[in-house]
């Protein structure tokens, strides 16, 4: 359900039957081998008890050395390779599934959950307490995913099931930046570009990627030229309060005057494609995979 | 109910003991459910059955094919481009555009065709193999049927272009000419070598006549002797009249023509142009038609549409599509000579040259190991207007019985079920239907499906399903004890019922604990908090909890009586309430006024005059009495307390 490429040759795999599996990549022969597995990763009722009933692992993120998954039986594990048993693990972290983690500074990091909530846990404490809770008021809608700002550590972007993008301050308060209306459907992966941060990519149930671009030097991009077809120029609209935000530090995707800014948003893929579930940014190359089993590569993404 | 049209196979069931004949069996959706009896009517039925299982029998293997799970997909795309741009389908371009989606279909049938012809040679083991050039064959005629419907009935060609279709047609279909060609001329005296003759020959068959005149110049070169015979012969190629596409001639000019170039042909025949070199007879006599001739060459036409096609492209070359099948039926008669009976693929053929395109879908839908082809064509014959309202007994049309055939199919795969929703939504009358009895039955394994499935379900207003699929969820989550899934299950469902059944779960809990599990989900319920009272009721009591932990002893009390007053609060609680309020009676400053001191007394009332005579006195019960008397006692005295320093504070002047 979830993959992430640990280091240059390692693989780390999240599998629906609660199992985590690290494949070793073989570039000479184009192979992939079993490295290390931990078949009960996740589960309901552990394997000592009668009605031994596994969980999905729903999300996995990497640091080397340690790879954090969390799991539908809401909990948080954290591994390290070589290791053949986990060193730290968070039961019953949460009472609903979590859907997607990811590292902020490297003893911390951020679940996301269905019902709502952004949950930030440090490995540091012990106890199972998350020290920060966040979530949105009004409707609990579940997030999918969760994408960290690559520069910024305190900024995170998270996408729901009615396909809102919202964009998070970690340190500011317990309410999102910006809430942007996107997709028509669950949004199931929000990524930055690794290198280019302004530039944010997410793809949905309904059958579209998209890529927001809010890079701000640029100036009035003719969007005929754009690559892919539908274009359309987005205002943010912001809902937060904070009235003292730090001004030096800003990066783009916090600034909260509606008039100054505007997103180019590109949906990428051409037709109408059954759902896009997955994809992957690095440098000039895009990846996305589809419920068609199709997938679609592009190595121009800023041409 | 019609006859059977062939003899329906035997599957036998393994370890059931089929000479006992004891056998019963359920239908599901896509699938049989199997298993042994034993009941006899003679002999006592003390014997267990033989065989302890239930078997799950299944037809459909195909779609768990790993290459063609690619025609699946990639047809499924065609498919529902063709049916959204059908509004848009009108006039002249409406015929061109049809023909491209036919292709596109042949493409992709291609595309298989290829990898698992790649597979198939790759020789990995004799078992799979074999399956594998099974399926190449079964693919590769799929392929030529579709072809020949498509220049039969959507491309719809006329006499005249219809001869050069069918030309095109063939020269795909008999593909070993270009590894001969690639043969003879990679050697290094093409004119000598074993085959030329058989290339030169099976280049006039296919109507590849400026090919087979190179190779005539190359034996000219070579030969001296021959070269004024090969000359000749090359220039009767040359001038035979042919309809290209670009030419504007007529039907008749070009019949004139041809006429006059087979009588041509004919003379050199009888004059003996050609008689010392019998290779070179037996080209001209091919040329003009001679059935004789065209026979003797049987190996190297291989079948009998390609006999069929020689024998009009040098007879018959402005031939109408109505007179196709008696050429067909004389050709298959001569080509078989009796020796042998018709195959299925000829008798399909066959039908389609007879323009009984009914005839040709049930000879396919016999024949083929699974819905896909039927289906798909059918569909786009559809779109051509070709099929009137065929209504069979189960009062839906043909087209939409295949399509639901198929999509069923589909179903019974772990994720090709997403295709098969797109089919159901295209099939007007039981689409809808179909779709609401399987989609609740696709197993979700991880709630990443279920909500896919739910998205279905949500976009086609088929609320029902959606409450059923949200309660299963909902209950294996409470099962799991994921008690915070749960909610957003029931939140997600409106499922009110559902709600409370997760609330009483969580009280009960407290009741047992002391405290609450799950902090994080009550305390952040939000407008959930609506969906049931008692969903409300326990976060309000989370909240009084709150208040009181943070000393604000006002808030908490209103709270607390509001919750008793507004009836909101189970009855089986309000000691617990009550008990709760004991504690803010007893503080040093006065906390409930009067009016809320006489509430609560009213509330403590109605509990213990309510309560119903139970009628087993039980030890446990007495003691439980001797508690809840004892309790009762400490709040009337609190309360009347309470009531009385109330009275006095709301009777006396401030600031004394």
Redesign the interface.
């Known amino acids: 359900m979830d993959l992430q490429f640990f280091d240059q040759e390692r693989i780390v795999a999240a599998s629906s039957t609660g199992c985590v599996t690290v494949f070793l990549h073989h570039p000479n022969n184009q192979t992939l081998s079993v490295s290390q597995q931990w078949t009960t990763a996740h589960y309901h009722t552990g394997p000592g008890s009668p009605s031994c009933s596994s969980a999905p692992c729903t999300g996995v993120v990497c640091s080397n050395p340690e790879i954090v998954t969390v799991g539908e039986d809401g909990r948080i594990n954290l591994f390290r390779a070589d290791h053949k048993e986990a060193i730290r693990t968070i039961d019953n972290a949460d009472s609903s599934t979590l859907h997607a983690v990811t590292f902020l500074r490297t003893p911390e990091i951020l679940t996301v959950n269905s019902i709502g909530q952004l949950k930030i846990w440090d490995f540091r404490q012990q106890g199972n307490e998350p020290s920060q809770i966040l979530s949105l008021t009004g409707d609990r809608v579940p997030l999918h995913c969760v994408d960290r700002h690559p520069n910024q550590q305190h900024v995170v972007a998270t996408g729901g099931q009615d396909g809102m993008l919202s964009i998070w301050d970690v340190r500011q308060g317990t309410m999102p930046v910006s809430l942007l209306k996107a997709h028509e459907a669950e949004m199931w992966e929000v990524h930055f570009h690794p290198s280019n941060p302004d530039h944010l990519f997410t793809c949905s149930e309904d059958g579209s990627l998209w890529h927001w671009d809010a890079s701000t030097d640029v100036p009035e991009k003719s969007s005929l030229f754009h690559q892919g077809g539908r274009n359309s120029t987005f205002l943010s609209h912001s809902i937060s309060n904070q009235a003292n935000v730090h001004q030096s530090l800003i990066s783009s995707w916090l600034i909260t005057d509606p008039a100054k800014d505007r997103i180019e948003i590109t949906s990428l893929l051409p037709n109408r494609t059954l759902s896009v579930n997955s994809l992957d940014v690095l440098g000039p190359c895009l990846v996305c995979g589809t419920d068609a089993e199709a997938i679609y590569v592009t190595r121009q993404l800023f041409s | 109910m019609e006859e059977l049209d062939g003899e329906p196979t035997v599957t036998l069931i393994p370890g059931v003991n089929s000479q006992k004949k004891q056998m019963c069996f359920d239908w599901g959706p896509g699938e049989m459910l199997v298993c042994e009896t034993s009941f006899n009517k003679k002999e006592k039925s003390d014997m267990m059955p033989g065989c302890p299982f239930i078997h799950i029998i299944r037809k459909n293997e195909d779609v768990y094919s790993q290459i063609l799970?690619?025609l699946f997909?990639e047809s499924?795309?065609i498919f529902v481009g063709l049916q959204r741009i059908e509004e848009e389908l009108t006039g002249k371009s409406r015929k061109t555009q049809l023909v491209r989606v036919s292709k596109n279909y042949r493409s992709v049938i291609r595309a298989c065709l290829e990898e698992m012809h790649q597979l198939a040679i790759a020789g990995k083991d004799p078992a799979s193999d074999r399956q594998f050039s099974i399926q190449v064959s079964s693919l590769s005629a799929m392929e030529l049927i579709w072809n020949l419907c498509e220049i039969l009935f959507i491309e719809v060609a006329p006499a005249g272009p219809l001869l050069l279709h069918l030309l095109d047609w063939v020269q795909l279909h008999v593909c070993e000419v270009d590894s001969l060609s690639a043969d003879v001329l990679g050697s290094e005296n093409p004119s000598k070598h074993e085959r030329f003759w058989n290339l030169v020959t099976v280049l006039v068959l296919q109507g590849r006549l400026d090919e087979a005149r190179q190779m005539l110049s190359k034996e000219a070169n070579t030969n001296p002797t021959s070269a004024g015979m090969c000359r000749i012969l090359g220039d009767l190629m040359r001038t035979m009249p042919v309809l290209s596409p670009g030419n504007t001639q007529t039907l008749t000019e070009l019949e004139l023509k041809w006429q006059h170039w087979h009588e041509g042909c004919e003379r050199h025949l009888q004059d003996g142009t050609f008689a010392s070199s019998p290779h070179l007879e037996s080209l001209c006599k091919i040329m003009l038609g001679d059935e004789a001739a065209l026979l003797e060459q049987k190996e190297l036409l291989s079948n009998w549409y390609h006999f069929l096609v020689t024998r009009l492209l040098y007879s018959h070359p402005t031939v109408k599509p109505m007179d196709l099948h008696f050429y067909a039926q004389s050709s298959l008669d001569l080509f078989l000579g009796g020796e042998s009976s018709p195959e299925p693929l000829d008798n399909i053929l066959m039908a389609a040259f007879e323009f009984d395109i009914h005839q040709v879908i049930k000879e396919c839908s016999i024949a083929l190991s699974n819905w896909w082809f039927v289906a798909h064509l059918t569909d786009l014959l559809d779109h051509c207007k070709l099929l009137q309202s065929h209504n069979l007994y189960f009062g839906s049309n043909m087209r939409e019985f295949l399509l639901l055939e198929y999509a069923s199919g589909l179903f019974a795969h772990h994720?090709l079920w997403?295709?098969g929703v797109d089919y159901f939504d295209y099939c007007p009358e039981l689409g809808r239907v179909s779709l609401e009895l399987h989609i609740e039955r696709i197993p979700l394994?991880?709630?990443?499906k279920a909500?896919?499935v739910l998205?279905v379900c949500e976009q086609r207003q088929m609320t029902e399903q959606v409450r059923s699929i949200c309660k299963i969820l909902a209950m294996k989550a409470v099962r799991?004890?994921?008690?915070?899934?749960a909610?957003?299950w029931s939140?997600r469902a409106k499922d009110a019922a559902f709600a409370t059944l997760v609330s009483d779960r969580f009280l009960r809990d407290y009741c047992e604990r002391g405290c609450f599990?799950?902090l994080?989900?009550i305390d952040?319920?939000?407008?959930?908090m609506m969906l049931s009272d008692r969903l409300t009721f326990l976060g309000k009591y989370r909240e009084f909890h709150r208040l009181y932990g943070e000393k604000r002893f006002v808030d908490a009390a209103s709270l607390l009586l509001s919750l008793m007053t507004s009836q909101i609060a189970p009855r089986t609680f309000w000691m617990t309430l009550l008990t709760d309020a004991l504690p803010l009676l007893e503080q040093k400053q006065v906390i409930f006024s009067a009016e809320q001191t006489y509430e609560l007394m009213r509330c403590l009332e109605d509990l213990t005059s309510g309560r119903p005579v139970r009628g087993e006195p039980d030890a446990q019960q007495l003691q439980d009495d001797d508690v809840e008397i004892t309790k009762v006692e400490m709040l009337r005295l609190a309360l009347a307390r309470n009531l009385a320093r109330s009275i006095i504070k709301e009777g006396s002047l401030e600031g004394s």
């Open positions: 799970r690619k997909n499924h795309g994720s997403q295709l394994s991880t709630e990443q909500l896919k998205r799991n004890n994921r008690l915070g899934s909610l957003s939140i599990s799950d994080d989900l952040n319920l939000g407008p959930a």
